[in-house]
């Protein structure tokens, strides 16, 4: 039998158990972009890229490549994940103490 953890909080679950699936994928075409991009102030860095490219054989936009996540979480978790999935209130918290 398989044996779960929360993500968030290491703790065992048995039984209740809830799956967060996040994909971070372009909402745009690179491909439009690519031509936009092509500016002469930009040329030298294009070069350098496609260098870069040639060197490793890596002809993948990493930058634009769709990133998955897939975490499990206990129902404690899921409450406080599915109120803040981005972490802002943390973010907020974090910048309000330095002052
Ligand atoms: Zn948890």
């Excluded at 290491?10 to 075409?29: C, H, I, K, M, T």
């Excluded at 439009?32 to 260098?51: F, P, S, V």
């Excluded at 490219?53 to 769709?66: I, R």
């Excluded at 499990?72 to 974090?94: I, W």
């Amino acid at each position: 039998m398989l044996h779960f953890t929360c993500d968030m909080c290491g703790q065992s679950l048995n039984g209740e158990r809830y799956e967060v699936r996040v994909d971070v994928r372009p909402a745009f075409d690179p491909d439009e972009l690519d031509e936009i991009d092509l500016d002469l102030d930009h040329l030298d860095e294009i070069a350098a890229t496609i260098d870069q490219m040639e060197s490793t054989g890596d002809f993948e936009l990493t930058d634009c490549g769709v990133k998955s996540f897939r975490y499990d979480l206990c129902p404690h978790c899921r409450e406080r994940y599915t109120q803040d999935p981005l972490g802002q209130d943390t973010l907020k918290r974090v910048s309000f103490s330095q002052n």
